[in-house]
């Protein structure tokens, strides 16, 4: 039967597989965590002193045998006894008259691996003495290549002869009969039909076969039974996924990094679906190889005719499994330790060898040194990870086609459908609602000459954050924060801003205290802000100070209500100011409250909204449809800049009357590319909303439902 090995690609997996269930204790890790951790340690730290060049102490330690023969102290370690190991006394520091190395104490991270090497028993590689200093000599990379068996050609060796003549079905059973009986052994007696079935589907499936397949096989006594229920498994989805599984370990397959934070790796299932695909469609293994290497540069890349994906590049993939830090701290050595891995992974996987050795030295028993190591690594250096552009049969780019022609004509129905020319009267009216919306939310603004439009006032402090974290409070008058209201204790008040103002009541009169804000460059014409309190010029009152010198100053009116301060400081333009808030009096009604303080172009007071009817009547405008204006522009001062109202929106917060607001419409107009017929008597009205429906817009959220 010559399925008894089943294809060649599974015989080389099946050799370069570690044991399911591998775990510390085994060999293998063992040995790669003493090259990988310990050896450089040593190299590092103490082949300097205790190696082939020189032996202080009489102690060398470049070999298992010299530490466990030791030096004129005795022996360097006991294996499996970290604690009574003199090599890990030393280089604890513990001991003051023994400490190794003599200039400085080695990282915590090296002392800790050579610690973890000695207590597993300080496993060492099969490996002969080291004879003298030179590597060259000791380790002829040359000859080692020459000499090797591994390094040699493959060769057709001629088929050995066997006394049973009757067991084999074919060369590959001569060669195993032959060791066989060299050992002076029999092979074992055939499986009955039952059990071999049930290895068969384990070993190709990793599943049990059905109880229906069981008895089909038992009862096909065609010559090729055995051929066709192999040819089923292998043809069958479970092949792949089974023996996939097994490529996966050796690439290190994960779907997240690994490390503290363990986030996951993108797209990782496109690798794993592409092993598992690349089994079962039987990809020859230099096929595989070399889409594993480079399967972004193959000229003609293998496609999935059935999904149009490309398959070869995916495979490069596994470059790009392994753990990383989230943030490490030093960069290049992170880098230098990801392309190690990648280095230790590709090797062992399409070599069997470990390359990585020769990160640190020539390689002590494969043909590889460092410069074939670090040329390896400069490959890897030079290389970056993309993200692959799949777009199996252009579906992608024929989708978006579609929805960017659909956008396309969506948008001119709305420029088409909503635009309409008008003559220049009705635009007229988005400066008069605009402005009329303006004094419903901020209050009566003052006519200027539009400096304060194009200028946007500074809000200095409002308190609401309930906190005085930006100033410096002294007394205990302002100890517990901005004040929600008037205190419990006090006299109610009105006019107050939001939710919190600087209150120096404190519970009683008789508190005393100054609050100082932190410096500031004076860069609008007007300080206003909400003040009231005693009236106690000096004692309860609010100092504006330049280079330390009052140049304003005002007190409360002896009200309870917050009334509005302004003070031109054009004068000041340029310095460096702060404001002081000030309760000196310990009298009935002496102290001092402060609200909304802001910086502005505009002589006008801090502003109070008025009632929309009142507006409405004052200007004769339509009551709803200022109504409407008032939600909008409150929608878009919530909603931020991408709003289509936000600049008006701006305009309207900023203050300025109507003439300014004609003056920023109308530059806004002429810029506008549907204003570029220059008609004096026409313009284009986008949108005025008297149609009571928002069907040419697109509403996004509650605001404008």
């Not at 008259?97 to 207590?119: H, N, T, Y």
């Not at 066709?228 to 043809?235: G, I, P, R, T």
């Not at 004094?439 to 809000?459: M, N, T």
């Amino acid at each position: 039967m010559k399925y008894r090995f089943f294809s060649p690609l599974l015989a080389v997996m099946a050799g370069a597989l570690p044991g399911l269930g591998a775990v510390a204790e085994d060999p293998a890790q063992q040995l790669a965590f003493f090259e990988n951790k310990v050896r450089p340690v040593l190299a590092e730290h103490c082949f300097g002193c205790h190696g082939p060049e020189k032996q202080k102490a009489s102690l060398r330690l470049d070999h298992i045998r010299f530490m466990l023969e030791g030096g004129d102290t005795g022996a360097a370690l006991m294996p499996g006894d970290a604690a009574n190991s003199r090599i890990v006394e030393a280089v604890r520091y513990e001991n003051v008259s023994f400490q190794m190395p003599p200039r400085g104490k080695m990282p915590d991270a090296a002392i800790a691996a050579l610690e973890e090497w000695v207590a597993m028993g300080a496993p060492w590689p099969d490996e002969a003495l080291p004879t003298g200093g030179s590597q060259e000599e000791d380790f002829n990379l040359a000859a080692r290549r020459d000499e090797h068996w591994a390094w040699q050609p493959v060769t057709n060796p001629p088929v050995p002869a066997v006394a049973n003549a009757d067991w084999p079905r074919d060369d590959v059973d001569r060669f195993v009969l032959s060791r066989l009986e060299a050992a002076e052994l029999t092979p074992a007696r055939e499986a009955d039909r039952r059990t071999l079935i049930r290895r068969l589907s384990f070993d190709l499936t990793g599943l049990p076969p059905t109880p229906e397949a069981v008895e089909a096989f038992v009862a096909d006594t065609a010559p090729d039974a055995y051929e066709k229920v192999v040819d089923a498994m292998l043809a069958s989805p479970r092949f792949g996924e089974r023996w996939g599984r097994h490529w996966l370990d050796l690439t290190r397959f994960a779907e997240t990094y690994g490390h503290e934070q363990d986030f996951p790796i993108p797209h990782a299932w496109q690798y794993r679906d592409y092993v598992i695909r690349a089994f079962n469609d039987d990809v020859p293994y230099d096929q595989l190889i070399r889409e594993h290497i480079a399967g972004d540069l193959l000229d003609a890349p293998r496609v999935n005719e059935e999904t149009g994906l490309n398959e070869s590049i995916m495979a490069t993939g596994f470059w790009y499994m392994h753990q990383a830090t989230h943030a490490p701290v030093d960069i290049l050595q992170d880098e230098a330790d990801r392309i190690d891995n990648q280095i230790d992974v590709m090797s062992k996987t399409f070599m069997g060898m470990t390359v990585s050795c020769a990160r640190c030295h020539d390689h002590k028993f494969d043909a590889i040194s460092a410069e074939d190591y670090y040329a390896l690594a400069g490959f890897l250096k030079s290389s970056r990870q993309t993200t692959a552009y799949l777009d199996p049969f252009g579906e992608i780019a024929a989708a978006s086609g579609a929805i960017r022609t659909t956008a396309d004509a969506g948008m001119a129905a709305l420029r088409d459908g909503a635009a309409h020319v008008v003559t220049s009267g009705a635009y007229q009216d988005i400066a008069r609602y605009l402005v009329a919306a303006n004094e419903v939310r901020f209050g009566r603004p003052q006519e200027d000459d539009g400096r304060a439009a194009l200028q946007p006032d500074i809000l200095f402090e409002d308190f609401e954050s309930g906190s005085f974290q930006r100033w410096i409070a002294e007394g205990d008058s302002f100890a517990d924060g901005p004040s929600p209201g008037a205190h419990p204790r006090q006299q109610g008040f009105t006019g107050l801003q939001g939710a919190y103002l600087a209150n120096s009541f404190g519970g009683r009169d008789s508190h005393t205290g100054r609050l100082l804000s932190p410096p500031f460059v004076v860069e609008r014409s007007h300080l206003r802000f909400l003040l009231a309190g005693g009236a106690l010029a000096g004692e309860t009152c609010v100092n504006l100070r330049v280079e330390d010198e009052i140049v304003r100053s005002v007190a409360g009116q002896g009200s309870a209500a917050l009334a509005p301060v302004v003070w031109d400081v054009a004068a000041f333009l340029g310095k460096t100011a702060y404001i002081e808030i000030v309760d000196r009096s310990m009298a009935d009604g002496g102290h001092v409250m402060v609200d909304h303080i802001e910086f502005s172009n505009a002589s006008t007071p801090v502003r109070r909204s008025r009632p929309l009817d009142v507006v409405a009547a004052e200007r004769d405008l339509n009551t709803q449809r200022l109504t409407r204006w008032v939600e909008a522009l409150e929608a878009a001062g919530d909603a931020g800049p991408d709003h289509p109202l936000f600049a008006w929106n701006t305009l309207a917060a900023r203050g300025g009357g109507e003439a300014a607001f004609a003056k920023a419409r109308d530059a806004m107009l002429e810029a506008h590319p549907v204003a570029a017929a220059r008609d004096p008597e026409k313009h284009v009205l986008f949108d005025d909303f008297d149609q009571h429906s928002s069907g040419a817009w697109y509403p996004n959220g509650a605001a404008f439902t």
